[in-house]
């Protein structure tokens, strides 16, 4: 099988667990949000949501942290693919998001080294 190829299935997975984790972010965020609003609305007191709250807030931040340990994944799978010879450079179809838009990116393999 050709390491290239492997390779990539590694980094179409790293992307997609990094996406997750970011969807997972703003959703818990709004979450948090929701609960206020909610409370809000309803007119109940500040502490009958505060032990709800405190555990979402708690999950955002280990997501948080979960982000970050993909992240450094993510530059020490960087380090071994180029010690396994594999070049690439973004072309066109890896989702990124940029301002209030999502511009897409393809991972192009320039060559692999001998």
């Known amino acids: 099988m050709d390491k290239v190829f492997v390779i990539k299935g590694v980094a179409d997975k790293l992307w997609a667990t990094e996406d997750a984790i970011d969807h997972a972010i703003a959703d818990a965020s709004k979450l948090l949000g929701g609960i206020v609003d909610a409370g809000r609305e309803l ?9 709800a709250m405190n555990k979402v807030a708690e ?4 997501l948080a942290e979960a982000r970050g340990a993909v992240v450094q994944a993510h530059h020490e799978l960087n380090d071994v693919k180029l010690r396994l010879g594999v070049r690439t450079k973004l072309d066109g179809l890896r989702p990124s998001v940029e301002e209030d838009h999502v511009a897409m990116h393809r991972v192009v393999v320039d060559r692999q080294a001998s």
């Open 43 to 51: 007119r109940i007191a500040h502490g009958t949501t505060d032990a």
């Open 59 to 62: 999950a955002i931040r280990t």
